[in-house]
């Protein structure tokens, strides 16, 4: 599986490199396109959702009476985050521009929303090791801080591609993998045979991986592949191989030690 995985990725980066100019001036010319991108977007973002509904209902959802406010704003935000990714294609669809321009710019409060309430939700575990297995808050930490910053990295390119659609479209799209993992790892376990956390996690990341494939086969097919998920699979693939081995790494445990006890 690994090594499948590092040949397509390997043969994504040659296709992206050699792409020919007339379709990196199709990336660049996005007036003029009458067939609508992606016009079932929001049936998969919808999937999503329900993922990580079905994920976070026995430690979130089922518990709403009795979360504390810290996990009620990360909760919130990412709700609707995931509401946010459903409605904008639908409204692209529908060809209502003008809403989903204006509803977008909602955007620009609650991604800094979704960062402040993770990096706390991280501060808050790190000083509750003593409710995880030995080593796991350092490597949940280590996805946490990867994930918030490919969620900044995916937003902030797709906003400075709003203009282009076939880049804005894709890098929002990245915007929900990462914050995906948590969700299917918890899910997972709803399947027999994945009775371990590292089945799980492995497996989360298998799947998250297995979607970007798909994604560049399909790009593929219409005959460009653009960058945004060569860039989403390499980063994944990077994350998936360290994150195994973290936990175990001095320099980052004195480093997650160190913001633990910062004072927020």
């Known amino acids: 599986m690994g090594l499948a995985k590092f040949a397509v990725l390997v043969f994504a980066i040659k296709e992206y490199f050699t792409a020919?100019?007339?379709?990196?001036?199709?990336?660049?010319?996005?007036?003029?396109?009458?067939?609508?991108?992606?016009d079932k977007a929001y049936w998969y973002f919808m999937l999503a959702a329900l993922v990580t509904i079905i994920g976070f209902f026995p430690s979130y959802f089922s518990r709403l009476t009795v979360t504390d406010p810290a996990h009620h704003l990360h909760g919130i935000t990412a709700t609707c985050w995931m509401l946010l990714l459903v409605v904008q294609p639908w409204l692209y669809k529908t060809g209502k521009l003008s809403l989903h321009r204006n509803l977008g710019k909602s955007s620009y409060v609650?991604?800094?929303?979704?960062?402040?309430s993770g990096l706390n939700m991280v501060h808050i575990m790190l000083n509750n090791q003593v409710n995880y297995p030995p080593d796991l808050p350092y490597r949940l930490a280590f996805i946490?801080?990867?994930?918030?910053?490919?969620?900044?990295?995916?937003?902030?390119?797709?906003?400075?591609?709003?203009?282009?659609?076939?880049?804005?479209?894709?890098?929002?799209?990245?915007?929900?993998?990462?914050?995906?993992?948590?969700?299917?790892?918890?899910?997972?376990?709803?399947?027999?045979?994945?009775?371990h956390f590292d089945k799980a996690l492995n497996t989360s990341y298998i799947l998250i991986e297995s979607v970007l494939v798909i994604l560049l086969l399909d790009d593929r097919r219409t005959g460009r592949i653009r960058l945004p998920y060569v860039l989403a699979l390499i980063l994944f693939f990077v994350q998936h191989l360290v994150m195994n081995f973290v936990g175990q790494w001095t320099w980052w445990r004195s480093l997650m030690d160190a913001y633990a006890g910062l004072r927020f």
Not at 31 to 37: A, D, E, H, L, P
Not at 157 to 162: G, P, Q, Y
């Open 144 to 195: 946490d801080f990867i994930t918030l910053a490919q969620f900044l990295l995916f937003y902030g390119l797709a906003i400075n591609h709003r203009k282009k659609l076939q880049l804005h479209a894709r890098y929002m799209a990245c915007t929900v993998l990462g914050p995906l993992i948590p969700a299917l790892t918890r899910a997972l376990f709803l399947i027999p045979w994945i009775d």
């Open 20 to 38: 020919g100019k007339n379709d990196l001036i199709l990336d660049s010319v996005e007036t003029g396109i009458k067939k609508k991108f992606y």
């Open 110 to 116: 609650l991604v800094p929303l979704i960062l402040l």
